[in-house]
């Protein structure tokens, strides 16, 4: 069974600060890893998609990395902003057998930036 | 585009009562899925679908049904609502099912069953 941790559960900056996210999972072999934004009450924004035989990729001020032999990826936000402040969600997408691919997603971590 | 949407966003329902969770999707993609997601948890698969006319059970499928009889839409029905089942629901799609399997997410539903 895969299961997906996110730590901090929450976290507060002052903005302009640089900041990690971490994500854990528990069965290595998943074929890609998405990290989402979810502002309140509102729907999933994908941020960025890492395939499994990638190391990471980069939009903008965010770069995501994945490290799948440990089961661990960061997300990095850097030069924090208030408009950064959402809660973010790491989810990887594994074959939980018979070809079925399920998308298992962590808690979250709930970001605030500070003006 | 218009992406994922769903109707409607908001619904109050009494116990014993059903509805259908509307969803549909402009982007020709093969699956979709439906997910719930109760306050301070991650998403949880319900049911999803590989293509019109198939579909199968995600993580906690019971007392749901759904049914997708075109490639566009992607109808969650409750029958005999319970409190359990208040929670926001988010439909999404994709074109793959794995590797470059990103998923694309709808607004979302907030249901409250009293």
């Known amino acids: 069974k895969q299961e997906v941790t996110q730590i901090p559960a929450a976290l507060s900056v002052p903005e302009g600060e640089n900041l990690v996210l971490n994500c854990s999972f528990t069965d290595s072999a998943i074929y890609n890893l998405q990290w989402f934004r979810q502002d309140p009450g509102k729907g999933l924004t994908s941020l960025l998609l890492?395939?499994?035989?990638?190391r990471e990729q980069t939009s903008g001020r965010l770069n995501a990395s994945l490290d799948k032999s440990s089961g661990r990826s960061t997300l990095y936000i850097a030069a924090s902003q208030p408009g950064d402040s959402a809660t973010y969600l790491c989810a990887v997408l594994w074959d939980s057998g018979g070809s079925n691919y399920k998308l298992t997603f962590g808690k979250g971590t709930l970001l605030t930036v500070n003006p | 585009n218009a992406g994922v949407t769903q109707t409607p966003k908001f619904r109050i329902l009494k116990i014993g009562q059903s509805m259908t969770l509307q969803c549909a999707q402009d982007m020709n993609h093969n699956y979709m899925y439906w997910y719930r997601q109760d306050p301070g948890m991650g998403l949880k698969l319900i049911y999803y679908s590989v293509g019109a006319g198939i579909t199968d059970k995600g993580e906690v499928p019971n007392g749901y049904n759904v049914s997708r009889s075109t490639t566009e839409d992607f109808p969650l029905r409750l029958e005999l609502a319970a409190p359990s089942q208040t929670s926001v629901y988010f439909c999404?799609?994709?074109?793959?099912?794995?590797?470059?399997?990103?998923?694309?997410f709808g607004p979302g539903t907030r249901l409250t069953v009293l």
């Open positions: 890492i395939q499994s035989s990638q």
């Open positions: 999404a799609s994709s074109y793959e099912d794995r590797s470059y399997n990103e998923q694309f």
